[in-house]
């Protein structure tokens, strides 16, 4: 592929931080921050000294061994200690650390000293298991309090966890149970999704069956379901029975910083999937002071991440940097829509929700009931919101800056993936923003775009999104596989840069423009035509609400650009809206933006963690094997 990109999404609309929100911010000057992150060193080691360290580190950043790069050496340091524990000490003993809610109306508050003593216990009780520093434990749970205990528990004994999302099926969940090596399980009798219980332990049994590693198993009693264990099999007990009796007290682990934390496992194309690793001090730097910026985290805030904990937006977002920071943090468990598409509004309101932070799938899901469910509710609470996982379509950021924020609050589009552990580009709440990027890199990191030789391109060219300089929470391999850690990430780009694997542009302002996965890239007559902005040029037709599209191979052209497109209700996809849609997306993409079919469906093949997967579709188009469909929704 030789030529740029030349299809451009022409946004020009800016929004400017109004007067509260630069009062309040604990960033006040972008360029004096983006100065102070070019000593890296300096920068991560004055940002690492808000934690309570047993020992500190002698270097901050050890590049001998280039990629795999060690943070703070020789540091001793406890994540749960600092999440948990160096709380109880202080004024926020009877805080809330954890507000946990579901769709059937029902809530449990945990403080953080409530939460302490049932980490302790639970410390304890996996202690008794045999688990030991080093060793992992597997979880397959809802988003519930003993999940957020669980992991914690495990990072509190220096055990790594392996978090499992509820969501995945049978065969997906060996194989990682599998790899991980994990000596423990803990699971639940179920979990609620659309007013159904959903039996997890069930699932479990399934996996269980091909698995040798498991020693026991732990099943929270979490959704009332009547299950029963096979305590003959000598390996199950109920989480209420292991922890009952247990002390309030366990020792805090020591942990180096460069001691594996979690694995984590996520997805690729081909193969099994990748097992990612992060270690513990640098994890900690990178998430809490992230999440303290980007979304200006105050101790009167209640922080809502909707992302589930199976994912990394979990893991870094909804447990670790909330705590961290000693705020409260919201746990949901329920469909956005369910029972009605207001049920997300009405938890903001009946708890006055600060921050929330989503995905452009959970927003392109809502907008198709329109405006009406949002503004039924009172979400003046709400001061910043945010977005993460796919390209934020211009039109689905509008919708939800009107209808939700009431144009006050700004919207943090984060770049970031489960590899970079934390926020990488991303706005601060004083940034000017532009509806469908992420803006700028965060201080301290030196993201760029660059083409095949690692030479950075002009201005409005495509090319590979790459991460210059180490970061605090990068992964620091892929689980037992060094040699695709190094191939995958590190070795497609010359110059020792980080190969993130989307493609991107930079316009005037630098700011980055993120065009999909270069896995979907479209090349059409020569030109190397991202799949975000096509598509976000369909949703920006008052027709349509969501959108994929592939390059479908033509004898004439190479590829052409096949759409497939969801009509809001009430439209028809006939002659005249073909011919519609053509002109518009001509219209906002120029010549380039050649459309071949447009067919109409009803849903999009996506991931369970809700991205588009564009790969299934073009397999069906081309009557291809599907490969990997372990992670597909439905
Ligand atoms: C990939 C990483 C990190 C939490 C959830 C996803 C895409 C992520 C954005 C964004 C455009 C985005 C990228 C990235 N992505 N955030 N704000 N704008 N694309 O984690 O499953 O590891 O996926 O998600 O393609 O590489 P993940």
Not at 254 to 265: K, Q, R, S, V
Not at 352 to 381: D, F, Q
Not at 592 to 604: H, M, R, T, W
Request: proline letters at 5%; glycine letters at 8%.
């Amino acid at each position: 592929m030789s030529k740029d990109t030349s299809v451009l999404l022409d946004e020009k609309r800016v929004f400017k931080a109004n007067y509260r929100i630069v009062e309040e911010a604990h960033v006040k000057n972008w360029e004096a921050e983006i100065e102070k992150g070019q000593d890296l060193e300096k920068y991560w080691s004055e940002k690492a000294e808000q934690f309570e360290w047993f020992e500190k580190w002698d270097k901050v950043l050890d590049e001998s061994k280039k990629p795999f790069y060690k943070w703070f050496t020789n540091g001793k340091i406890n994540l749960s200690y600092n999440a948990v524990d160096r709380w109880v000490f202080t004024d926020k003993r009877n805080k809330v650390a954890i507000l946990y809610a579901n769709e059937n109306g029902e809530e449990r508050k945990l403080t953080y000293y409530e939460l302490y003593r049932e980490v302790n216990k639970m410390a304890n009780a996996l202690k008794n298991l045999g688990i030991k520093k080093g060793d992992t434990v597997s979880m397959y749970l809802p988003m519930c309090p003993e999940l957020l205990i669980s992991m914690l528990a495990c990072t509190r004994i220096g055990a790594l966890h392996s978090v499992v999302y509820s969501g995945l099926s049978v065969g997906a969940f060996v194989e990682r149970m599998n790899d991980s090596n994990a000596k423990v399980l803990i699971t639940a009798d179920g979990t609620y999704r659309r007013g159904k219980i959903i039996d997890l332990k069930k699932i479990a049994d399934e996996a269980l069956l091909q698995c040798s590693t498991i020693e026991a198993v732990v099943v929270v009693q979490h959704a009332g379901n009547p299950i029963t264990i096979s305590e003959l099999s000598g390996r199950e007990i109920f989480y209420d029975t292991l922890i009952d009796g247990e002390s309030d007290e366990c020792p805090v682990e020591e942990m180096d910083a460069e001691d594996p934390l979690f694995l984590l496992y996520t997805s690729g194309s081909t193969g099994k999937p990748k097992g990612v690793l992060h270690t513990t001090a640098g994890y900690m730097v990178g998430v809490a002071t992230t999440l303290k910026n980007v979304f200006d985290i105050h101790d009167g805030d209640l922080w809502w991440c909707t992302g589930d904990i199976g994912w990394i937006t979990g893991h870094s977002y909804a447990i670790y940097g909330p705590l961290l920071l000693g705020t409260t943090t919201m746990i949901y468990e329920g469909a956005p829509d369910y029972p009605d598409p207001g049920a997300w509004w009405k938890i903001v309101e009946k708890y006055g929700v600060t921050k929330l932070y989503t995905a452009p799938t959970a927003i392109r899901h809502l907008m198709r009931y329109g405006s009406k469910h949002p503004n039924l509710y009172n979400l003046s609470s709400l001061k910043i919101l945010g977005s993460v996982g796919e390209p934020m379509n211009p039109e689905a950021w509008m919708w939800l800056y009107k209808n939700v924020g009431k144009e006050k609050t700004p919207i943090m589009d984060t770049w970031w993936q489960t590899e970079t552990g934390m926020h990488m580009i991303a706005p601060l709440p004083i940034s000017p923003l532009k509806p469908g990027t992420p803006t700028l890199p965060l201080p301290g990191i030196d993201a760029d775009v660059v083409d095949e030789n690692g030479d950075p391109v002009a201005p409005g060219k495509g090319g590979y999104l790459v991460i210059k300089k180490p970061w605090p929470a990068m992964f620091r391999t892929l689980y037992k596989d060094e040699k695709r850690y190094i191939d995958v990430y590190w070795n497609k780009i010359p110059g020792g840069v980080y190969h993130a694997g989307d493609i991107a542009r930079k316009d005037e302002d630098g700011y980055i423009w993120i065009q999909g996965r270069s896995d979907d890239v479209l090349n059409i007559a020569g030109h190397r035509v991202g799949t975000s902005e096509v598509e976000s040029a369909f949703v920006s037709h008052p027709a349509v609400v969501e959108c994929a599209v592939i390059g479908k191979s033509d004898p004439i052209k190479g590829q052409v650009i096949k759409s497939f497109i969801i009509l809001k209700e009430g439209y028809q996809l006939n002659t005249k809206l073909i011919e519609n849609l053509q002109k518009h997306v001509r219209y906002e993409l120029g010549p380039v933006a050649v459309l071949g079919e447009i067919q109409q469906v009803d849903k999009l093949p996506k991931t369970r963690s809700g991205k588009i997967m564009r790969r299934i579709l073009r397999a069906q188009e081309e009557g291809e094997d599907l490969g990997d469909t372990s992670t597909l929704e439905d």
